[in-house]
């Protein structure tokens, strides 16, 4: 089964920086790709950024510039660099990786909260 820690959510003031983490663990097959989704109170879940096992990245437009994704594959671990935050960045951060396009895994969830 496989399981996801996240961690790095809390408050911070506007401009400031945050970074999250998400280790898996459970799989003998590698995960293809990771990312990161958000979900503030009253809106759907949206896409922050993902990462492939090529490092390709994709970001949302809302984060282009001002966050980072990257991954360890040693570690399993996939990373979000959060800088200039604002406060539209507030919102629960959940962590995702598929192996396949039928196996696919959410972290619980991290809440960041950016004060104006």
């Known amino acids: 089964q496989v399981q996801l820690v996240e961690s790095g959510g809390g408050l911070v003031q506007a401009g400031g920086s945050l970074r999250l983490s998400c280790a898996a663990s459970?799989?003998?097959?590698?995960?293809?790709?990771m990312g990161w989704y958000r979900q503030a109170p009253g809106n759907q879940r949206e896409l922050v950024a993902t990462?492939?096992?090529?490092?390709?990245?994709n970001y949302a437009d809302s984060v282009k510039g001002r966050f980072t994704i990257s991954r360890d594959n040693t570690r399993n671990t996939v990373y979000l660099q959060m800088n200039s935050l604002k406060p539209e960045d507030t919102a629960v951060y959940y962590c995702?990786?598929?192996?396949?396009?039928?196996?696919?895994?959410w972290g619980q969830g991290t809440q960041v909260t950016v004060s104006s």
């Open positions: 995702n990786v598929k192996i396949t396009v039928l196996q696919d895994y």
């Open positions: 990462i492939s096992r090529g490092d390709f990245t």
């Open positions: 459970g799989s003998t097959r590698m995960f293809n790709l």
